[in-house]
Nanobody
Framework: QVQLVESGGGLVQAGGSLRLSCAAS????????MSWFRQAPGKEREFVAA????????YYGDSVKGRFTLSRDNAKSTVYLQMNSLKPEDTAIYYC??????????????????WGQGTQVTVSS
């Protein structure tokens, strides 16, 4: 089993910044990628960003490109999502996810094997 623990959410004004962290523990061998998704009330879960574990290749959703940066610390099995120039439409619960690979595109919810409990991000206008 794998456990994912997110931290760093909170309330921020528009234009501000937050950094989310997600630490993986347990049986993290053969980890292929870690990602962030978000879900606002009444909306589907949306891809935010992904990073491959071996090469550190990153992928971003169109709505966050140029504002969010995803990085990793292999030794700590932790990923960090730096969110800058936040907008009210970024308000959502942010979920960390881990993929062991082989299940499809990093952009898909179904490609991930484990999920964190979520952390709330609220951006006020």
């Amino acid at each position: 089993q794998v456990q994912l623990v997110e931290s760093g959410g909170g309330l921020v004004q528009a234009g501000g910044s937050l950094r989310l962290s997600c630490a993986a523990s347990g049986r993290t061998f053969s980890l292929d990628a870690m990602s962030w998704f978000r879900q606002a009330p009444g909306k589907e879960r949306e891809f935010v960003a992904a990073i491959t574990w071996s090469l550190g290749i990153t992928y971003y959703g169109d709505s966050v490109k140029g504002r969010f940066t995803l990085s990793r610390d292999n030794a700590k099995s932790t990923v960090y999502l730096q969110m800058n120039s936040l907008k009210p439409e970024d308000t959502a619960i942010y979920y960390c996810a881990l993929s062991r690979g082989g299940s499809g595109s990093y952009y898909w919810v179904k490609s991930y094997d484990y999920w964190g409990q979520g952390t709330q991000v609220t951006v006020s206008s």
